[in-house]
């Protein structure tokens, strides 16, 4: 069972912003594309983002679009997400997920992507 690992979630104040970290110790992220998922209540998962395995190849829906930006450090073998400008709607679990191919679908949704972790709870309050 091949399962990521992700961290940086809590509770922030609306125009905030969270750094979230998408890791597997034992899995080869940098040989996949990576995407980024969320769920709140009563919804279905969306796609958040997206990137390939090559570098500046990254997709972002369109509700995040210029608020949101991820990227990758190889080294680390970590996909990041960072957040800003936070609003309301963005509150949602958060899942980070790997595309078994080396670049992000045209369209990221769940079908596509093979490997999840658990999720990180991402709060936005006033």
């Known amino acids: 069972q091949v399962q990521l690992e992700e961290s940086g979630g809590g509770l922030v104040q609306y125009g905030g912003s969270l750094r979230l970290s998408c890791a597997a110790p034992e899995f080869p992220l940098d040989n996949y594309a990576i995407g980024w998922f969320r769920q709140a209540p009563g919804k279905e998962r969306e796609g958040v983002s997206c990137i390939s395995k090559s570098v500046g190849v990254t997709y972002y829906a369109d509700s995040v679009k210029g608020r949101f930006f991820i990227s990758r450090d190889n080294a680390k073998n970590t996909v990041y997400l960072q957040m800003n400008s936070l609003k309301d709607e963005d509150t949602a679990v958060y899942y980070c997920?790997?595309?078994?191919?080396?670049?992000?679908?045209?369209?990221?949704?769940?079908?596509?992507?093979?490997?999840w972790g658990q999720g990180t709870q991402v709060t936005v309050s006033s």
């Open positions: 997920a790997t595309d078994l191919s080396s670049s992000c679908p045209d369209i990221v949704v769940v079908p596509t992507f093979d490997y």
